[in-house]
């Protein structure tokens, strides 16, 4: 093999700053490749080397990658949108209002709102691909079923951030989607069976005890339920998103990788 | 008021769900069939042809064509123009390109297949390096979708509509879209059922799909002919029940909940005829010709027979007539467990079509124990 030209990089390439963070410098040979894989802990959530069928673009569609990249961006922009925002009904609205007009490059609220809608139409998507890929089958049943509870999280994630702008939208669509867990059988108020957790004249599910008020933290959509949302959205989904983030991808892995015919 | 021209008229009476509805329904068998019969008719139609590049072409100028011309349409542009429905026209135009592109590679490979040669990622096992065949590949999607976020959110402002006000509802008040699927239900079903029970089934139904599924074939790679029965009711539950009823939800639906066709003018005033009656008071006032009796169990006797025909004697028959191979294949416990799920959803059809076409509310009702089917 002919010696191959240096490249333009090559001062930091190889200086001794690069080579202690990257150990590997622009990979150029087979085996450089493979390290760089092994070596960063980023990328090494991928195997060293993969079925050709299963880089294609037509064949995963990179839909779950992608999921994953727009959480880390909504991660991002929401991070920078705490700055601003206060969690409180006389502030919301308002500080809604200021990160348009007074925060300089003002669209960090529509990447992160724009991003939401389309990370939840992308797990969807991932999930018609896994779908129709067969890939659900043995020995990937467990990772669909994680699968299942990320686009349940995610959607949570979406229902909680709803609420906090804080606008008509927000409240009349949390009040909507709430009334519902107001039905649950057995715990909520007007759910069938509610009457029969009794004591006598006692009634134990009432509007101030059901599932709606846990949810709502009090007979309405008010001051608690935006605290509770905001800390469920911010701090409470993500945290356990993540942690079945992890299972999913090391699963993949473990599972043989993507899947491919036999 | 002006006229509509004749097409607009047509689409407004044409995608109410009353009518699309059965349509859809009539026409979803043939265009997915889950039997090999209705398979042979399918070829018969050349429907196959969807899924191949002119198809393609089709849906797309077909899909096109009507958005561009709804957009002429002052009440069109209104709706579908509303940022927050916007990502909803995308998700239209998304689900059908993607529906289209899986298919195509399905037919590709069953054609392979029925040659006696492998499906086409078979072709392509040898290992590739993952630096950089897979890494720049990602890096490329990465960047695109950051340019489609970013250009996005220039171009559209995130809506912020008038401070909350409690005592002020908005009409129609509407869930987030990815939940008016559910909320479409509620016209159906009491809360209880559309919003907790029939949540928690669906997700145990999506979760259980690997083990319900023990057909060994179609793993890994795009193939509809090795597992005809699975795609079609996924895609039974995909298009219809899931993505067609958040399109209805999201562009149908105006002031108290009532339909609007797409070109219709959302009149708080418009009034639909409410003259639903349950099936004990048709039993007994309509057909036997006398008042309700008091007791609640006598009253509701018809409802609950019907339930339990339903779930408990239904899927005996269906066991020995129409899924007789079903059963044969899935074995009692998975085919117990598959019917019961497929007859509680397809109960949502059932319930659609005898509201529309016999007014029926509840099946049981016994609404002073909240308990209404
Ligand atoms: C937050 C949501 C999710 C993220 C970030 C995510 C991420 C990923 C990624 C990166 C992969 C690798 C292959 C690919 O990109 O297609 C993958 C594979 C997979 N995902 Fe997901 N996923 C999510 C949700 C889901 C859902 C909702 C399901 C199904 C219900 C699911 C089931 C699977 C399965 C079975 C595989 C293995 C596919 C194969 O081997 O071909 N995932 N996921």
Known sequence: MPKAKKSFLAPITESQIYRSIMRVGIPSTRRERMMIVLSNVFIHLHPARIPKHAVKVKYTWCMGGLTFFIFLVLTVTGILLMFYYRPVTEYAYGDIIDLKEQVPLGIMREIHRWGAHLMVITVWLHMFRVFMTGSYKPPREFNWGVGVVLLLLTMFLSFTGYLLPWDQLAIWAITVGSRMAGATPFIGTSGPGSALLALGDVNFVHEASDARFAMLGGRFVGEATLLRFYVLHCIGLPFIIMIFMIVHFWRVRKDGGISGPT | ?373
């Open chain 2, 1 to 373: 008021m002006e006229e509509l021209s004749w097409p607009k008229h047509l689409i407004n009476v044409l995608s109410n769900p009353k009518y699309l509805f059965p349509l859809l329904l009539g026409l979803f068998v043939f265009i997915f069939p889950p039997t090999d019969r209705l398979h042979r008719i399918h070829l018969r139609l050349r429907l196959d042809r969807l899924w191949t590049n002119a198809g393609g072409v089709f849906l797309l100028v077909l899909f096109l064509s009507f958005f561009l011309f709804g957009l002429t349409d002052p009440n069109f542009r209104l709706i579908v123009t509303k940022a927050d429905n916007v990502p909803i026209v995308g998700l239209i135009f998304l689900v059908t390109f993607f529906l289209w592109f899986s298919m195509k590679q399905a037919l590709e490979n069953d054609r392979r297949m029925a040659d006696g040669k492998k499906p086409i990622e078979a072709d392509d096992k040898d290992p590739v390096l993952v630096w950089p065949d897979l890494v720049y590949g990602e890096f490329i999607a990465m960047i695109v979708c950051t340019i489609l976020l970013i250009v996005w959110s220039i171009v559209l402002t995130a809506p912020l509509e008038q401070p909350a006000n409690p005592a002020v509802s908005p009409n129609p008040s509407k869930a987030p879209w990815y939940f008016l699927g559910l909320q479409e239900m509620l016209v159906y079903f009491d809360p209880w059922i559309a919003g907790v029970v029939f949540p928690t089934v669906i997700i145990i139904g999506i979760m259980a799909i690997p083990y319900l599924d023990n057909n060994k074939k179609g793993c890994g790679y795009y193939s509809f002919a090795d597992r005809k029965m699975a795609v079609s009711v996924f895609m039974f539950f995909w298009l219809v029940l899931w993505i067609f009823l958040i399109v209805v939800g999201t562009f149908l639906r105006g002031p108290n909940w009532n339909f609007f066709g797409p070109f219709e003018v959302w009149k708080i005033s418009k009034l639909e005829a409410l003259t639903n009656v349950n099936l004990s008071e048709l039993i007994y006032m309509k057909l036997l010709n006398r008042r309700l009796p008091d007791n609640i169990l006598v009253r509701e006797m018809g409802g609950f027979l019907v339930i339990l025909g339903y779930f408990g004697v239904l899927p005996l028959i269906l066991m020995k007539t129409l899924f007789r191979k079903l059963h044969q294949d899935l074995g009692n416990v998975r085919f117990s467990f598959f019917t019961i799920m497929l007859l509680m959803s397809f109960s949502l059809p059932i319930k659609m079509m005898l509201r529309w076409f016999f007014n029926i509310k509840y099946i049981v009702a016994i609404p002073e124990y909240f308990f209404n089917i």
